[in-house]
């Protein structure tokens, strides 16, 4: 299948005390226990480029690629890590998270967030057993509002592909390719604090724990 000629792009590794392995099982497990649908952490505040992307086309989906980069060291071993609770549409409405999803991201008491983001996304193909030949050109794309080249910071951009790109270029595979779906984005506020287990460092258990803590609640808003 040919990559679309707009889309949203994300790039992934570890974080917050992760590796991309156990965040891929979490979001398997999610997916299943959602029909399909999974929510996806940015960092990046890209609401008014994914109306954008509404506009542009009929079938918006996002395309997930591996950081070709170590990863940092803040991002391996945070000084804290959050579930977001709460979450807002793009027009500014509440929305219920649902009860099978959790997203988490590392965080700094001394210099707290009041904001983080998620992707809305669905995939009728399993994330951990994802496999494909395409690759993204990294020359051939651009910010889809403002038309200039992707910067290598921007983890999560709206683009535009050309269709001319050098042979080449640099390239980045596609990892995994889902559809975004209603309500597309979401701005996630109200952190709570995931508690590190005492004599471990195995951060995907701590999080598995409140995953399951929030699938009991019924998901509730400020619940985890």
């Not at 609401?47 to 803040?74: C, D, H, M, N, Y």
């Not at 057993?129 to 951009?157: C, H, M, W, Y």
């Not at 640099?170 to 604090?193: D, G, H, N």
């Amino acid at each position: 299948m040919a990559l679309p000629e707009y889309f949203c792009w994300t790039r992934f590794g570890s974080e917050a005390g992760q590796k991309i392995s156990h965040i891929f099982d979490r979001k398997e497990q999610e997916r299943q226990a959602n029909e399909g649908n999974f929510l996806w952490g940015v960092g990046n505040a890209i609401g008014p480029s994914i109306r954008e992307l509404l506009q542009r086309t009929e079938i918006p989906e996002v395309l997930f690629s591996p950081i070709k980069s170590i990863p940092a060291q803040i991002d391996l071993t945070p000084e804290a890590v959050v579930t977001w609770t709460l979450a807002e549409t793009l027009t500014g409405d509440s929305f219920r998270l649902p009860p099978c999803s959790m997203v988490t991201s590392r965080y700094n008491p001394s210099f707290p967030r009041s904001s983080h983001y998620a992707l809305v996304c669905f995939s009728d193909r399993a994330l951990n057993s994802f496999s494909s030949d395409e690759r993204i050109a990294f020359a051939a794309i651009k910010n889809l509002r403002t038309g200039r080249p992707v910067a290598r910071s921007q983890v999560t951009a709206v683009v535009q592909q050309k269709r001319d790109a050098p042979v080449d270029t640099y390239r980045y595979e596609v990892s995994i390719r889902a559809k975004l779906v209603y309500p597309y984005f979401l701005r996630l506020w109200k952190p709570c604090l995931i508690p590190k287990e005492r004599d471990s460092s195995d951060w995907a258990s701590a999080v598995r724990a409140m995953w399951d803590q929030r699938r009991t609640s019924g998901g509730r808003a400020g619940h985890t």
